[in-house]
């Protein structure tokens, strides 16, 4: 499953940027276990009540569609959203595309990383922290 959401030290990051921690997957850290795990949202919702002072942190894992959700899909005169398997299907970009050039948007970085989720929560980190955010 962690392929599926985003990586403990994305999480961190996304909180850290003020992105809503709104998300189907959480990671869960608490004085019983060395790592943190990997729960739903409802299970670590009854693990934070059993464990009432001691939990040392909890961070949304995002999927990836909840991630997309709250990026722009456009940026007018700039470009559109844009995601591609790519390097033989080995990663994913994510980038928006300059339909005018025919080329990804110069003002904007090309995103690549084997894990679309972490792709995704990168770009929306990038857009947070450059001041295009809508939608956190």
């Given amino acids: 499953m962690n392929n599926h959401v985003t990586s403990l030290k994305l999480s961190k990051k ?4 003020g992105v809503e921690q709104i998300s189907e997957f959480e990671w869960v850290k608490h004085s019983l276990n060395k790592k943190p795990v990997l729960f739903t949202k409802p299970v670590g919702d009854e693990i934070i009540a059993v464990l009432s002072g001691k939990v040392e942190y909890r961070y949304s894992a995002f999927l ?3 991630l997309l ?3 722009p899909p456009i940026f007018y005169g700039q470009g559109v959203l ?3 398997r790519v390097n033989a299907g080995d990663e994913w970009e994510i980038a928006y595309y ?3 050039r025919r ?3 110069e003002d904007f970085p090309n995103i690549l990383n084997k894990s679309l989720p972490e792709a995704a929560g990168e770009m929306l980190l990038w857009v947070i922290e450059n ?3 809508h939608n956190k």
């Fill in 14 to 17: 996304l909180k850290e940027a």
């Fill in 64 to 66: 990836t569609d909840e």
């Fill in 69 to 71: 959700e709250k990026l």
């Fill in 82 to 84: 844009n995601i591609n």
């Fill in 98 to 100: 300059d339909f005018y």
């Fill in 103 to 105: 080329k990804s948007s």
């Fill in 131 to 133: 001041g295009y955010a």
